[in-house]
């Protein structure tokens, strides 16, 4: 009987290029060969690489562990997108987190959530939701899985993370946003109001922080915390784990802004409502980048328009983009303009 294996190598929620191979084993020999290939990321062409696969593997004996057992998960982090996941789907997203957090590789999703009738189309998906919950997984660009059938039935899932750096580097990376992280959290606000943590969080963001299109790490919160240089995802990213850790829910949106330009911003839940942040919008650096025919006029360096919003000022200009369900954000209590005195309800005219 033939054993067929095919193995996927994914790019974080990104776009798929290339062409999938698979090749035939015999069962009868104790191991069978699984060809790899390599999507997207950046690479100018699809690499390829085998493996072997034992029946130790497929009866699940594990190896020993090469490496020291290490574990990056926040425990101040909301699980926004984990809420809206059936049990099956949350018994991967654990799956999946655990795979990530501890940096390990070919690793098997819960046999149950087969048996619930998820197939490998439902790992991007949940996927995305793990990194929009945990932007601590900052290491973390993208996944590979190993798909075994028997007689064209899927009866195994093997995942494994993409990671940027090597475990070390890791290390001293996460050491590092530890460091810068717990400086800006030293200084934050104390009390109950949230207003003033997120506001905090947002100037201090925004002052410290350059919007570069080339930031190296730009896609996450090291590039914010340590380079201070990064581009939307950072800047998202940083204030979602600064926030969480204030203990102000936070979590990642993805979507596009005019004209049709990828973005991300930050939903929050403070003194019980919900509202909209985007700090890289609120940040003249972004702003000055975007100018096409720039006057050079001075312009402030924070702009409180988009310091918690309602979805119907975010909608003027964004639009949310992942599939997991938003909340309709309506209170104004602690809009920037409203609690700081600067809205005007009314307009008077007074005779010259």
């Avoid at 974080?12 to 790899?36: I, N």
């Avoid at 992942?322 to 307009?347: I, K």
Wanted: charged content about 20%; glycine content about 8%; aromatic content about 12%.
């Amino acid at each position: 009987m033939a054993l067929l294996l095919a193995v996927l190598l994914l790019a974080a929620c990104g776009p798929r290029q290339g062409e999938m191979t698979s090749q035939e084993g015999d069962a009868l020999a104790g191991e069978a060969r699984a060809d790899t290939v390599d999507y997207g990321g950046g690479a100018p062409q699809a690499a390829e690489e085998s493996r072997i696969v034992t029946w130790q593997e497929l009866l699940g004996v594990e190896e020993e562990a090469s490496e020291p057992a290490v574990d990056y998960t926040d425990p101040y982090a909301w699980e926004y997108c984990f809420q809206y996941l059936d049990e099956p789907r949350q018994q991967w997203y654990r799956d999946i987190q655990q795979i990530l957090a501890g940096f390990k590789q070919d690793q098997e999703l819960s046999p149950a959530g087969l048996e619930a009738g998820l197939t490998e189309e439902d790992i991007d998906q949940i996927f995305c939701y793990v990194l929009a919950d945990h932007p601590e997984y900052f290491y973390v660009d993208g996944y590979r899985y190993t798909r075994f059938s028997r007689l064209d039935k899927l009866v195994k899932i093997e995942f494994s993370g993409s990671y940027t750096y090597s475990m070390q580097e890791c290390a001293d990376r996460w050491a590092q946003i530890q460091e810068e992280a717990g400086k800006l959290l030293a200084q934050a606000p104390q009390g109950e109001d949230d207003y003033e943590k997120v506001r905090y969080i947002y100037e201090t963001l925004i002052c410290n922080t350059d919007y570069v299109l080339d930031a190296p790490d730009n896609q996450n919160l090291y590039s914010v915390l340590v380079n201070r240089a990064s581009v939307c995802q950072g800047y998202a990213k940083a204030a979602q784990y600064l926030l969480n850790h204030l203990g102000v829910p936070c979590v990642l949106i993805q979507g596009q802004v005019e004209p049709g330009e990828g973005h991300a911003w930050n939903l929050l839940l403070l003194n019980g409502e919900y509202y909209y942040m985007d700090a890289t919008w609120g940040d003249a650096s972004y702003q000055q980048t975007q100018e096409q025919e720039g006057d050079g006029g001075w312009m402030p360096q924070v702009n409180y328009d988009y310091l918690c919003v309602t979805t119907e000022q975010l909608l003027r200009t964004h639009v949310p983009g992942q599939d997991v369900p938003l909340p309709e954000c309506t209170a104004t209590r602690d809009n920037y303009y409203v609690r700081e005195g600067c809205l005007f309800s009314s307009l008077e005219e007074t005779a010259p």
